[in-house]
């Protein structure tokens, strides 16, 4: 068994996993369990946590909100042909009909004429031709089958929204309640959308959960920088860039966003499909897994992978298993420069730095690195070292922000802990971790580096032992 994730892979819970005996086949395979409260009710969504957390309860549970957003409001599928004329109306609840198309939008007389409503990620596209006081008439541009509850898109018009909604804040209290960890924000368009988010958090008094922003709007782009500041790390998609733009920005906007996330140590998540029916298709997705690898990916995300494919733990096992494959590795090459951005940390910054090229000059087994804050490990997991980082630490907050971060594997101790004994409760992890291999002579790093200084039981500097030394 590999315990050492290199890349590090959330999973969607949906009803194809609903099964201990289902999950406990990739329990281990799966970092962060990510529930999206946009499908299904809340009894079936507290029973997967549960499930998760008794399976392994080092897991962290992402809660996806649904943010300010559109989406259909039929009872049933329906099919529409192109060249139909369909009539679009205004439903909160959903509505049974096969010849009206219902939106949870209320200001559909706004909609301007001309504007393509994207059904789905363009599954099916429809072109408003006529605006009514109550609805407004659309004609199909692209056919195909509209499923229950699916996303929609404005081309040519920014639908007139709240970005926190009340159903949200009750959907984030509904998570604390039950455990969760971080949330993913969805349609974040500036830093004051994630600052919202934030200020909400601090208001109930549960500041530490983690946000998560996905950028998939043409302002999220405009305001990458920024909304990689104010979030604890995004999530990209791919098709949803090039939706947004063409092949060759959507490629620079990933590089960019990457980019920018590591200069300030924050985990970069990318949502990535597998659709796997034949050698070919498997090819063509180990190709792309291993290059976002070396590109920078901290972790991979699986949605509709886990939701529709028909075989959800076969996809799970081979996105891991490809991600942790030995000929998979993130070759880089960094300056002290590129490290340290801040003057308060300067001190730290200088012996994870050396820490980093320790790991590239002299054959170390591991990595080991006792954290309160976080900061070490991250700092370390952007420089992307060939070997795994072991970080202990005392604080939940850190050790399941730790299951986004690439090589990481995060260990909770208990308050009382002295930091003088790590050396030898790493000894025996690492033990456990590498199952007998490893032997005697193996060199392993002991970081220490706290921006707090004169703290009891840490200090600042690096420590080089043989194994059978420590």
Known sequence: MNYFHNA????TMWPSLDKETVLSKIITNVDTFRINLSHGDEDTKKKYIDMVLKLDSSKSIMLDTRGPEVRTRNKEEIYLEKGQVVRIEHAEFFKDSMDILYIDYGQTQNIPVWTIIDLDSETVLVEVIESKDDHIVGKVTKEGLVLINRHIDFDGYIPELPYLWEKDKRHIIWGIDHKINMISVSYIKSAENVREIKAYLDSIEWSHIKVIAKVETQDGIQNLKEIIEAADGIILNPRKLRILSDEATALKVQKEAIRLCHTIWKPVVLNIELNMADEDDKKK??????????NGIDTFMLTKATATAEEPIQNIIWLFETINH????????????????????LITDYI?????????????????CPTESWYTPARLSWLKPDVPIIAFTKSDEAYRYLNLMHWVKGYKIAPTFDYTNIKQIGKEIIRILFKGNISLDDKILIVHSSLEQNKPGMINGMELYKFKDI
């Open 285 to 294: 997705h180990l190709d792309i897994v291993r290059d976002e690898i070396r």
């Open 8 to 11: 590090k892979v959330i999973v």
């Open 352 to 368: 994870v730095y050396d820490a980093y090229r320790a790991s590239k000059e002299i054959p170390i087994k591991a990595i080991i």
């Open 326 to 345: 030995e000929d998979v590795v993130t070759r880089t090459e960094y300056t002290l420069e590129d490290v340290s951005i801040w003057s308060d940390s």
